[in-house]
């Protein structure tokens, strides 16, 4: 027997393998392969060595070669009979390794090499098998050896798929004999290097080749063995390096193996003790780099990192250094990647012991996070919006740690909030996602709670910096007491010295004199009790209670300082997050859902934890009640809950909800007074939002009724009540009775007690709101407009109610609360009543008397003694006028201070009564409309009723009604001419018409402002005044001027402003007539006063989109506003221009008007204000055929254009335009002749080289390369001539200048010789004039 058998070649031959070359070949095609096989499983089964026989060896080697002509079971059992004797091979080898002797060892070699070689191929074969039978069907487990035959009757089709080769069940057992090949000692079996190489390489090259199958890495199973083979062939066989190349490699051209490659290296380094492979893999990717347009290789090595850095964060921590290099690559993907390494890597720290138990290495591991943190925080400035949320997302996992990291948390929160304004959405959505995260687990709760009002906090940090400042103030004095102490014991202790050496000096003296020895030593006894004195026992004692004391207060001092610092982190966490509401609050108008719904939970726990502008949030909230959730977007796959529906649970979280361990009656109390705080400083906008919410929340039943009868028990109370309580009550009950008006209809007797008795009275506030709360009577079903069906409902006259709102309106006062709540009065009147023009025609005939009846008693205090008493307008009165008091002003015939005669009437009920009458005249239109519909509905019954009495079926009367709704939209020609005759003719001009007396005294009031000065009559009057012009057109056309002169002359801007309300209405009702005045309507957006320039724009917007009025050019007005340094009026003009670029070609038609109108004149704008409004109106142009229209009428303005200013500004527009089209480019350069003098202007040949730049980008077919280029060249050529004109030119005229002053002085020298006589002598002459001449 001899094979020449080497594997290196084998294995490298493989790689083509049609062209394998086999010596005994046998074409399974040709011949039957079951008794092939039946030979060579038989000899293997006999002995593992017989695999050495080269026929044996060369059968296998052709059924693998041919394995897609063989069937499954042939394959099953070949796979079967090669591992089994395989197995047995690989036994005895382990076997044999134990002998000394080499020679029996190295026996093995050439088996297992052909077995290995085998299993490698089979392993590729098996895998072309699979994938051309199985025609992607699922990995079902079916055996293959069963799938020999089949039930009796089976198809032939049925019989294929089952001897359809799948081996996804037997990969686990093929890879876990290779681990057990991989125990051998092959070091022994193979002396040289490269022969043990290759054989290792052919047995781990079947783990690679199944990981390449994203099918199998799925499996558990197969994913463990394929871990398990490489880490065996790393640890003990060499295989690092090749490792290495093959995951690289992997991670290259395999998505699917990015995490189970980390997942592998961690395991190896975890249970295999070897991290040098996982070391070396990230050294070689922190050398790699990706470019911006590469997609796919950086994201499978970023999820890769990702996941090891989870796994093995110790091992990435080594390697952090290398790797932040990612940070500044081009890729994003890699940027993110690195970003999250950086937050598993703060999270290893956090968690470590150093950490934890602040060992001594905790200062170590400190500085590693800062450095962390650091570098996390300064990817929030990336230049990747997907970059910078994934930041804030990493950082939202770090604030789960334990550790508290104060000073990164307020990092953190500076970062967020600095990152608020972002452009992205999603990093905005993030920052507030953040924002929610920190409040929530922020570290300041331990001591007070966990509340984050600003106000307790900077209580809490005074109370502790107050107690220290005191306690350091006392140890400084004890201090001093201590000095001054240790000064007297030192002087003491000098002073016992000095008497010790005076004894002394006795003493020798005594001894000289005297022998005896006793006397001298009696003497010194006194002496030294002397000097032993207390005071040193005392310096002993003190010395140490002050070191105790000392103690106590340095520990005492300690925890003050770290209560003091515990309070300033809280501040300046509170401080910085209320720093970031004013954004917070703008993203709640965001139209990003996602970001809305963030913000929204911001507020809600904000609110939550007390902090103090988070009120402000939550009313802001209320107004995105209107929003539309037509469809629930979805983003991260996950569902996103509308925003209306989420506002209603917040509002529910915080006011509406119960309270756990709260008895039923306080329940109701609590959600009761939650209700009408609500109301308290409300808007109407709020209210109206609030209004809407409530209405909605009683639909769906949310309110229980024990809360709305607490609502009813806190109007009715008897006793005293704050008057915003009670007022709060109503207004809520109006509101819930929008939804259902039994709520008002079951008391109306209270509220006609209460809110129109003695308390509506006194509080003229609540009487209004209990007017309106009375109009919900009437139902709230909204008109469906063509439909003449009412369901409204009319009471008698006699009715109670208007006897009571009657006697309410009469009631005296001098309150401007009384004008509100008259308003909302006479619309429950108008509401309710079946005629209501009876009552008011005697209320307002009551009023005139009141008015102009002469007052007996001139001083008669105000019926309001508080705050709410009537204002004179003291600016526009003369000096003796102004120190009249309010409740005695009087309209005065004249001013004049020689008339003494004056009128006595009250100025107060004058106000009142033309308020009324206005007011009045207003809702009757309103009401005749009503008439009108009301009559059209009888009179088509009545046809009705005639057709069915004729025997006509009502199917077909319906029938027939349905075609004569749609020819003559169901209204009658005589009913609508007669109702507008009597708006026309009769309510003002009819003999027997109330208000015909009162339009005459409105013009009179209003047209004679130095006559009447109060500024209560004179804006009562001009709105009366106004709701008159809406009435007639004959007495609107008479009297239109008026009001434009009182809009132009007032200095009062609330009428100002209700002018412009007015002139809205008007307009409405009489288009023509306002349309030919409508300059002086857009001289209100020039109004020093915000409110009326709001107003104004508001009013101009509706009218123009709605088509009211027609635009002539004073759109420019408009655009001006797009820059107004008050934001709400730049938002609501770019808001008035996206709707307007809505209309067919409105921005397209006007565009030309307005750069004239902002460019030249008076009304020109600066050069950089006109830039941006022109970059914002510009984006509207979208269509190719408007841009090239526009492209040629710009240049034909070039030729007008004398000023450089208004040529830069004609280029500037140029340059904005898109020029995609062929044709753009084409009418620029027709229009060369009209430009090509103004080129030489600073500015212009600048936009044309951008317009150039922005044509040649441009990637269509159809670009002209060459026009452009001699376009480029024919405009530096007209560049330089101008140039060169323009230099020319100034000579010329600088030499004509001189010409001039040469000429000048030529006549003056002229003049002066003929007036002077002529010298004798010549030379003086020449001196003078030659001294003229200098």
């Not at 036994?91 to 080499?102: G, L």
């Not at 990230?282 to 050398?287: K, P």
């Not at 004679?1008 to 609107?1036: D, G, I, Y």
């Not at 004149?1161 to 090239?1188: L, N, P, W």
Request: net charge negative; glycine share 4%; charged share 30%.
């Amino acid at each position: 027997m001899s094979v020449s058998f080497e594997l290196q070649d084998e294995l490298q031959a493989l790689q083509d393998i049609a062209n394998y070359d086999i010596p005994n070949e046998q074409d399974p095609n040709s011949n039957d392969p079951g008794p092939l096989l039946q030979q060579a499983v038989g000899a293997i089964a006999h002995s593992s060595e017989e695999i050495t026989d080269p026929e044996i060896f060369d059968i296998f080697r052709s059924l693998l070669k041919h394995s897609d002509a063989v069937a499954g079971a042939y394959m099953s059992k070949m796979l079967d009979a090669l591992l089994s004797a395989f197995g047995a091979q690989i036994d005895a080898a382990i076997r044999d390794s134990k002998e000394e002797d080499q020679q029996i060892v190295m026996a093995h070699k050439l088996p297992l090499e052909m077995y290995a070689f085998l299993v490698n191929w089979f392993v590729g074969a098996a895998e072309k098998v699979k994938a051309m039978g199985e025609e992607d069907a699922p990995p079902a487990p079916v055996k293959a050896r069963r799938g020999r035959g089949g039930k009796t009757g089976t198809s032939r089709a049925a019989v294929k798929k089952a001897e359809q080769w799948t081996w996804i069940d037997q990969i686990p057992g093929t890879l876990e004999l290779i681990c057990k090949a991989l125990k051998l000692k092959t070091h022994r079996i193979w002396v040289t290097s490269p022969e043990r190489d290759a054989f290792i390489t052919c047995l781990t090259r079947p783990a690679y080749h199944v990981a390449e199958s994203d099918q199998y890495m799925k499996i558990q199973n197969i994913r463990m063995h394929v871990y398990k083979v490489i880490c065996l062939a790393v640890k003990h066989h060499g295989h690092t390096l090749a490792a290495q190349i093959n995951i690289m490699q992997s991670l290259q051209y395999y998505e699917h193996l990015s995490e189970p490659m980390a997942e592998c290296l961690s395991i190896l380094a975890k249970e295999f003790d070897h991290a040098q492979l996982g070391d070396e893999i990230l050294r070689e990717i922190a050398g790699k780099s990706f470019s911006a347009q590469d997609t796919k290789g950086p994201r499978a090595f970023s999820r890769f990192l990702v996941r090891f850095s989870e796994e093995s964060p110790r091992s990435v921590l080594k390697q952090i250094s290398l790797l932040i290099g990612h940070l500044d690559s081009e890729s994003y993907p890699m940027r993110m990647a690195i970003v999250e390494v950086i937050g598993s890597l703060i999270r290893e720290l956090a968690t470590s012991e150093d950490m934890t138990n602040r060992t001594n290495g905790s200062n170590q591991a400190g500085k590693e996070l800062d450095g962390l943190f650091e570098l996390l925080l300064s990817r929030t400035l990336d230049l990747s919006s997907y970059v910078r949320s994934k930041v804030f997302a990493t950082l939202s996992k770090m604030l789960d740690l334990p550790l508290r990291l104060p000073e990164q948390r307020l990092r953190i929160t500076r970062a967020a909030v600095d990152t608020l304004e972002d452009k992205a959405s999603t990093v905005r959505k993030a920052a507030v996602s953040i924002l929610v995260k920190l409040i929530l687990t922020h570290p300041y709760g331990d001591m007070y709670g966990g509340d984050l009002n600003l106000g307790k906090w900077e209580e809490r940090y005074n109370t502790w910096k107050d107690k220290l400042e005191e306690m350091e103030g006392g140890i400084g004095k004890a201090v001093e007491r201590d000095q001054d102490d240790k000064e007297e014991v030192e002087s003491n202790v000098n002073e016992d010295d000095a008497d010790e050496d005076e004894d002394v000096e006795m003493e020798t003296e005594d001894a000289d004199a005297n022998d005896d020895g006793d006397a001298p030593s009696d003497n010194p006894k006194p002496k030294k009790k002397k000097a032993a004195r207390k005071s040193i026992v005392d310096v002993t004692a003190i010395v140490s209670e002050q070191e105790a004391l000392a103690a106590l207060e340095t520990n005492e001092i300690l925890a003050m300082s770290l209560r003091k610092k515990y309070c300033t982190e809280a501040l300046d966490f509170v401080r910085t997050l209320e720093g970031g509401m004013v954004s917070l609050t703008q993203l709640l108008g965001s139209t990003n859902k996602a970001e809305v719904l963030e913000s929204m939970e911001f507020f809600r726990v904000a609110f939550e934890y007390q902090l103090a502008s988070a009120e402000k949030g939550i009313k802001r909230m209320l107004h995105l009640i209107w929003h539309k959730d037509n469809s629930s977007t979805s983003e991260d796959g996950k569902e996103l809950k509308g925003v209306r529906s989420r506002l209603l649970e917040c509002y529910r979280m915080l006011y509406f909800d119960p309270l756990p361990d709260m008895e039923p009656k306080q329940q109701v109390n609590r959600i009761a007074k939650n209700m009408i705080e609500l109301t308290y400083e409300a808007t109407l906008a709020e209210l109206t939002s609030l209004e809407e919410m409530m209405r909605i929340m009683m639909e769906d039943g949310q309110i229980h009724y024990d809360v709305i009868n607490k609502l009813w028990q806190v109007y009715s109370a008897p006793q005293a009540l704050p008057r915003s309580q009670r007022r709060g009550a109503i207004i809520i009950l109006g509101m819930l009775a929008l939804s259902k008006r039994t709520i008002i209809s079951e008391k109306v007797d209270t509220l006609l007690k209460i809110g129109l008795g003695p308390f509506g009275k006194a509080d003229l506030t609540l009487a209004r709101y209990t007017s309106l709360a009375l109009q919900r009577l009437n139902g709230s079903a909204k008109k469906v407009k063509g439909s003449l069906l009412d369901k409204s409902l009319r009471m008698e006259m006699e009715n109670p109610i208007f006897r009571k709102l009657q006697s309410t309106i009469e009631h005296p006062c001098r309150s401007k609360d009384w004008f509100g709540m008259a308003e909302q009065a006479i619309n429950t009147i108008y509401a309710l009543g079946e005629h209501p023009d009876e009552l008011c025609n005697n209320l307002i005939k009551n009023l005139t008397r009141r008015a102009f009846t002469k007052r007996q008693n001139p001083e008669e205090p105000p019926s309001e003694p508080d705050t709410e008493t009537m204002e004179v307008d003291r600016e526009m009165e003369p000096p003796e006028a102004a120190s009249h008091a309010p409740s005695s002003t009087h309209i005065s015939t004249q001013q004049s201070s020689m008339c003494e005669e004056k009128d006595l009437g009250d100025v107060f009920h004058l106000s009142q009564l033309l308020f009324v009458v206005g007011h009045v005249a207003i809702k009757h239109i309103v009401f005749l409309e009503l008439v009108e519909r009301e009559w059209k509905r009888q009179k088509d019954e009545k046809q009705l009723a005639e057709k069915l009495a004729t025997g006509g079926s009502p199917n077909r009367a319906n029938k027939e009604t349905e075609e004569l709704d749609q020819v003559a939209g169901n209204a009658e020609d005589e009913i609508g001419e007669r109702i507008a005759a009597v708006r026309e003719t009769e309510l003002l001009y009819g003999e027997q018409s109330l208000l015909k007396l009162y339009g005459p005294l409105l013009v009179h009031v209003c047209g004679s402002p130095h006559k009447f000065k109060n500024r209560t009559l004179r804006a009562a009057a001009t709105l009366s005044f106004s709701k008159f012009l809406c009435v007639s057109s004959q007495f609107c056309d008479q009297h239109h001027h008026l009001l434009f002169k009182i809009l132009e002359t007032s200095r009062d801007p609330n009428i100002r402003s209700n002018i412009v309300i007015a002139l809205g209405d008007v307009a409405v009702s009489f288009s023509n007539i306002i349309d030919e005045n409508s300059n002086e309507l857009y001289k209100g957006l020039s109004d020093g006063d915000l409110v009326v320039k709001k107003n104004t724009l508001m009013v101009l917007t509706h009218l123009i989109l709605n088509g009211m009025i027609k635009v002539k050019g004073q759109l420019g007005e408009m655009a001006k506003c797009l820059e107004d340094e008050e934001p709400r009026i730049s938002d609501l003009a770019k808001l008035f221009f996206t709707e307007l670029s809505t209309k067919d070609n409105a921005i397209y038609n006007n565009l030309p008007d307005v750069i004239s109108h902002l460019s030249t004149g008076d009304h020109a704008v600066e050069e950089e204000i006109f830039k941006s409004t022109m970059r914002y109106i510009f984006s509207f142009i979208e269509k190719e055929k408007q841009a090239e229209n526009i492209v040629e009428k710009l240049c034909q303005r070039f030729r007008l254009s004398e000023d450089p200013r208004q040529s830069r500004d004609i280029a500037f527009c140029l340059s904005l335009l898109p020029f995609k089209s062929e044709r753009s480019v084409k009418k620029l350069i027709e229009g060369l002749q009209f430009y090509r003098d103004k080129l030489h202007e600073e500015g212009v040949f600048d936009r044309f080289s951008e317009i150039l730049s922005k044509a040649r980008s441009n990637k269509s077919a159809n670009k002209p390369d060459t026009e452009l280029n001699e376009f480029e060249s024919i405009l530096d050529e007209h560049r330089r001539q101008g140039e060169e004109d323009q230099a020319l030119e100034k000579r010329v005229e600088g030499k004509k200048a001189a010409a001039k002053r040469k000429a000048t002085r030529r006549s003056a020298r002229k003049k002066v010789v003929e007036a002077e006589p002529e010298p004798i002598s010549q030379a003086p002459v020449t001196r003078d004039d030659d001294d003229m001449y200098v």
